[in-house]
C-alpha cells in the first residue's frame, strides 16, 4: 500500500490497533451507515454531530486534541465491540479500543476511525477462590478498590486513571512485580474479539498461542480484549519507603544499584526517581512485601554500598489498598481528584501533555557518573529507573523482558517552558538513544515511541518471529495492523 499525504495510527489501551489512509491513495468506500451500527449497540455511539463528542473523544494528553474520530462507541457488552469489529471490517475504517486512553503517541484518538471506549466495561467481581474476572474498561483504582474489598492483591500499576486492559496486554510493571509477577503473569483467561468477529476465551488450553501473545505481546495486536480473569494474591500488609541523598551522589546509587536489587529478596521493590536540570536532584522510593523493620536491613546495605549517608530517610507499615492508595498519585481512589477528566469522564484528575521513551538495563551500568550525566543535563527532564527481577525473571509469556534488572523510562513535558511536541521528541531521542548505547536496544511496549530505531526487536526482542506468526494467523488481513504493530495490511 502506498501512502499519500498521511498515514493514521492508533494503539489500543486494551489491544486493538488498526491503519488507515487519507489522500489521494485512500480506498474508495462505500459511506458507511453509522445508522446500522448505532442501531446494533446496546452502549452509545457517538458522532461529530452529537451532543457530547467533543468529550468523549479525548484521550489523556492534551496533545492528540486535533485528531477527530468519525465516531467514539461507548460499547456496553462484548456484542457491541463484535459489531464494531465488523463495521469496521466492512467498510475498511480505522479502528481503535481505548481502555484508560494513557497511551504515549494518541493511537487511540484515531482521524477519520472508530474508536471502541471500553470504558463501561468496568465491572469487577471476586470470587471466593482469588479469582477476578475484570472488565477492560476498569481503571487500576476501581481494580484495586474491588481486589482489596475482597482481601485480595493484584500486582499492576500505579497512576489510579491506568485502564486494566493496556497495561496487561504489555506487560504490567509495579511496586509489587517482583514478589507477585506482572500484571500479565496473573493472567487466567481473557475473552477477546478476533479480527473475524469472534468473541473467543482463550486461556493456557483452550488456543495457547494467541493467549501466551497477548500475555506480553499485547501492544495493539491479535484483538480488542474485553475481560480478563486474574489469579489475586492474599493481602498483606506492605511498607513503604524514602531515601533522599545530595545530588553528587546519584553516580555511586547508580553504580551500587544493579548489583544490589540482585542481592534483595522477592519482596523489595525500588524505584530511583531523577529530575534533571541546573540544579539535578533524585530520590529513592520503594514498597517491601513485609514490616519495614524487615526491609530496614536491605535499605542499610544500600546505603553501605553507596557509601554516601541519606540526607532523609523515612519508612511506613501500610495496607495493601492503602499502599496502592500512596503510590496512585491522587489520594483516595473514590475522590473525584481520581478519576478521569476524559473519554467523557466526570473527574478532576488533570490531563498529560508529555513525551516518553524507555530502556531497560540487564547488566551493571559501564560508566554511571555519564548515565548520571546524560539523564540531568536537560531541564525539568524526569527518569524513573524501576526495579526487575525476583518472580519477574520467573515468569513465562510473551513478555520478552524477564533478564532485565531494572527499566528506565524517560519523561519530558511539551509546553512553552521545552517546545512543542517535535522539539521534545528530538530531546528525549537523544537521552533514549546515548542510555540504548550503555544499557542495550530493548524498551518496554506500554511506553510507546514512534520514533523508537528497530522498534520491533525493541519491544518484541527474541519473541519477535513467533508474535508476527500468531498474528499472521488470527490477522491474516491485516486488520489491526498499523506502524509499529505485528500485523501487515498489504
Known sequence: MTFNRRTFLRVSGAGAVVIGVSGASAPRLAHPRWDKLRAKLK??????????????????????????????????????VQACVEFAARY??????????????????PDRGLVVDLGPLNAIEVHPDGRAVVGAGARLGEVYTAVAKAGRLLPAGSCATVGIGGLA?????????????????????????TPDGRLRTVSASSEPELFWALRGGGGGNFGIVTSFTFDTAPARDLSVFALGFVPEALPSVLAAWHDWVLS????????????????????????????ASAAAPFLDDLVRRVGSKPTSRSAEDLSYFATMERFGGCGDFTAPKCGPSWSGGKGQYARGAYVGASRMISAPLSDPAHFAEVVTATPTMYTIVD?????IARGDSAFPHRDAVSSTQILLDVGPSTGDEATVRRQVGQVRDEIGRMTGPAGYVNYLDPEMPDWAHAY??????????????????????????????E
Open 43 to 80: 452502549g452509545q455511539l457517538y458522532l461529530p454531530s452529537d451532543p457530547g463528542y467533543d468529550g468523549v473523544r479525548t484521550g489523556f494528553m492534551t496533545m492528540f486534541d486535533d485528531q477527530f474520530p468519525a465516531a467514539v462507541a461507548k460499547v456496553a457488552r462484548p456484542e457491541d
Open 92 to 109: 475498511d475504517i480505522p479502528i481503535a479500543a481505548r481502555s484508560g486512553g494513557h497511551g504515549y503517541v494518541g493511537y487511540s484518538t
Open 169 to 193: 496486554l504489555g506487560g504490567g510493571i509495579g511496586v509489587l512485580g517482583r514478589k507477585y509477577g506482572l500484571t500479565c503473569d496473573r493472567v487466567v483467561s481473557m475473552r477477546v474479539v
Open 264 to 291: 534483595t529478596p522477592d519482596e523489595m521493590w525500588a524505584s530511583i526517581g531523577i529530575s534533571g536540570g541546573v540544579q539535578p536532584s533524585f530520590g529513592l522510593e520503594g514498597c517491601f512485601a513485609g514490616p
Open 387 to 391: 526495579t526487575f527481577g525476583g518472580a
Open 460 to 489: 518484541y526482542g527474541r519473541n519477535l518471529p513467533r508474535l508476527r506468526r500468531v498474528a499472521r494467523k488470527y490477522d491474516p488481513e491485516g486488520l489491526f495492523a498499523f506502524a509499529q504493530g505485528l500485523s501487515t495490511k
